[in-house]
């Protein structure tokens, strides 16, 4: 039955007349639904950590527009919380943590699988969605890739270039190892604790994919990846996993076969003629419109999003946008876009 849903169905290799539909960052500050439970719990870690808040803005974007899938709220940092990190989030300039800058700050980081405890409000927020989404809605978990957890976890915030983690992986290959080691322990126990709790898909953001070149890519990308889908898939056969190595490039041809992944998540800087021959025929793609158009609207986002659909309509195909919805869109615009999909 749950294979009806039409994110499974892609996922599966189907291609379907009309692609299933969400957004990243569909929940969000666009939402005045959003800003107004956000100030509710006051801080962005309280949000993700109360179930009951989590799933409330979790279902906002559905209630609203009816995607084809939900996904969780909660954030990619809250491992390097649960590891032993200090992660807090400063309105309007975002993520801080504590940072690495030796052995002894991975020494100080906890053991892989003593993450649970302090994870079991984000399990609980995907039993309370498994129990309110709307049957047709698939549930997906996520986690951030290791390589671009790991660059907040070394610089203490996002930085432009990633500097400070190429400056480690470069100086102190032990200590960056063993903390890309340890963040790809802890992500495997805590995708696999949410598929335990109900999640049906998983997602892989690795947003700063695109700053690893050469054999560093195959390194610190594809063979992370390729580890922690292989272990999911070990203790959860039918779970499909979407990949996002954000501006990979070139590096999105064979991604999905290297790592086993059902699906790849194209960036918008990728061209979709070019994705449709040589991405597509390994399998799903999700993608790929530019966010900008959900704050400029218009007929510009119509016949872009049209022209996507069609492009990669061949194959089986997730439409998404390219990387996440920007607090200033237009919450009209997603009603113009769903059309567009849906309507044509
Ligand atoms: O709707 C969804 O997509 C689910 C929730 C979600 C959030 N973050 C909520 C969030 C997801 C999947 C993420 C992933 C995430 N978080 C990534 C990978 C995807 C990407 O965007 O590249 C990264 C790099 C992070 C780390 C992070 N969290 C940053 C850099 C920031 C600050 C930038 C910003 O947009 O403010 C956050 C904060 C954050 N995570 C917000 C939301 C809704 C905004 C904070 C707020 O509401 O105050």
Redesign the pocket.
């Known amino acids: 039955m749950t294979k009806d849903k039409l994110l499974l169905r892609a996922l599966a290799g189907e291609t379907l007349d009309v692609p299933p539909v969400w957004l990243?960052?569909?929940?969000?500050?666009y939402l005045p639904e959003y800003r107004a439970t956000?100030a509710k719990a006051g801080d962005?870690l309280i949000l993700c950590y109360t179930p009951e808040l989590a799933a409330e803005v979790t279902l906002q974007p559905i209630r609203r527009y009816g995607f084809d899938a939900a996904?969780m709220?909660?954030?990619?940092?809250l491992i390097p919380d649960a590891l032993g990190a200090d992660v807090w989030?400063v309105?309007g300039e975002?993520?801080r943590l504590s940072t690495i800058t030796g052995a002894d700050g991975v020494a100080r980081l906890k053991p892989a699988d003593a993450i649970h405890d302090h994870l079991a409000p984000v399990y609980e927020t995907l039993r309370i969605l498994r129990r309110e989404l709307p049957e047709e809605t698939a549930l997906i978990g996520?986690a951030?890739a290791p390589w671009?957890v790991a660059t907040y976890m070394i610089a203490g915030r996002?930085t432009p270039d990633q500097g400070p983690a190429h400056e480690l992986r470069q100086s102190d290959q032990a200590t960056f190892d063993a903390l890309m080691d340890r963040i790809t322990g802890a992500t495997i126990e805590y995708l696999s604790a949410q598929v335990d709790a109900g999640a049906e898909v998983l997602k892989l953001?690795d947003?700063w994919a695109g700053s690893l070149k050469g054999n560093a890519f195959d390194q610190y990308c594809v063979a992370p990846a390729r580890k922690i889908i292989s272990a999911l898939k070990l203790r959860h056969p039918d779970i499909p996993i979407i990949a996002f190595p954000?501006e990979a490039g070139q590096r999105y041809e064979g991604f999905a076969k290297a790592t086993g992944a059902d699906c790849v998540a194209l960036d918008t800087a990728v061209d979709l003629n070019w994705a449709a021959d040589v991405v597509q025929k390994d399998g799903c793609v999700q993608g790929n419109l530019d966010p900008r158009l959900m704050v400029t609207g218009g007929t510009a986002l119509t016949t872009e999003t049209q022209r996507i659909a069609r492009a990669l309509g061949n194959g089986p195909h997730i439409f998404n946008l390219g990387?996440?919805i920007t607090p200033d869109a237009d919450p009209e615009n997603v009603h113009r876009l769903l059309e567009a999909v849906r309507g044509g």
């Open positions: 990243m960052r569909q929940a969000g500050r956000r962005f996904i709220f909660a954030d990619i940092l989030f309105t975002g993520p996520f951030g671009t996002g953001f947003s954000r990387h996440g």
